[in-house]
């Protein structure tokens, strides 16, 4: 296992709102049960804390049904935020909300003022930031988000998220810094040619959304399998219940901003 370079010490989430029950959703898996999505929330958070997070917990916003799932309106890099411009119209809200929270703590705030990208369409390794295009996030979003990345230094590398796969993260994390996890069916796309891959066991694919934040792994409880893979490799892994919020497609790495 890599060493791991980038160290965390800060996350923002946002508590969800009852509204939460009517989040965006491909499929009908069933109404979320709100009272156990707290709960998960809640531990979500202390999960974070134990890695050596300090988490400012933002308010519900009921008028935004998944605003919890934060990652979504901002990416946020060493010393600068960028606000995203969210593919679904009904999560173009969030933003102004989340910059005004991340002013109190960015100097240097960018703007993407043309075509659409949600940050979890975004995974940033130790040298370059992949962006998926897909149903949320259209070349011109990708280019607006290229030209304010070129401006401040960064290599960007535009990939495809696969089809019917709703954000790139959904099916990859980065582990350590070298490691990244990922279905099948994206890495045999070959964008991760030069890193070190790791596959999610078959039939576990949700799995693939996990974080890490500092020197632990979280990851949805419910894939033994994976869980097991990683704690056999050596990595801290810490399952969290996150039923709820995968009856509207979120999962580890939407729920939190890590910086
Ligand atoms: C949505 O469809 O926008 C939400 N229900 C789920 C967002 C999940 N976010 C993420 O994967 N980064």
Do not use: W
Request: charged content about 25%; aromatic content about 6%.
């Amino acid at each position: 296992m890599a060493s791991h370079a980038v160290q965390f010490a800060t996350a923002i989430t946002r508590f969800p709102a009852p509204s939460a029950v009517n989040g965006l959703r491909a499929e009908d898996q069933g109404v979320p049960d709100y009272q156990l999505m707290m709960r998960h929330h809640v531990d979500y958070r202390a999960a974070l804390r134990d890695a050596g997070a300090v988490v400012i917990e933002l308010p519900m916003l009921d008028d935004y049904p998944d605003a919890q799932f934060v990652e979504d309106t901002a990416l946020c890099l060493p010393g600068l935020a960028i606000m995203m411009r969210p593919g679904a119209e009904s999560r173009r809200g969030e933003v102004a909300p989340m910059r005004q929270a991340l002013s109190l703590i960015f100097d240097d705030i960018e703007d993407i003022t043309t075509g659409f990208i949600e940050a979890g369409d975004i995974l940033v390794t130790e040298r370059e930031v992949l962006v998926g295009r897909s149903a949320r996030t259209d070349q011109d979003g990708v280019d607006a988000l290229q030209a304010i990345l070129n401006r401040h230094g960064y290599s960007m590398r535009v990939v495809d998220t696969p089809p019917d796969v709703l954000h790139f993260k959904t099916d990859c994390g980065l582990i350590d810094d070298t490691t990244i996890i990922a279905t099948r069916r994206l890495a045999r796309s070959g964008c991760f040619d030069g890193y070190d891959v790791k596959l999610i066991p078959d039939g576990e694919e949700p799995a693939a959304n996990m974080i890490r934040y500092n020197d632990t792994i979280l990851m949805a409880d419910g894939f033994p399998r994976t869980e097991a893979m990683l704690k056999a490799e050596g990595y801290t892994v810490t399952a969290i219940g996150n039923s709820e919020c995968a009856k509207i497609d979120g999962g580890m790495s939407c729920l939190s901003l890590r910086f």
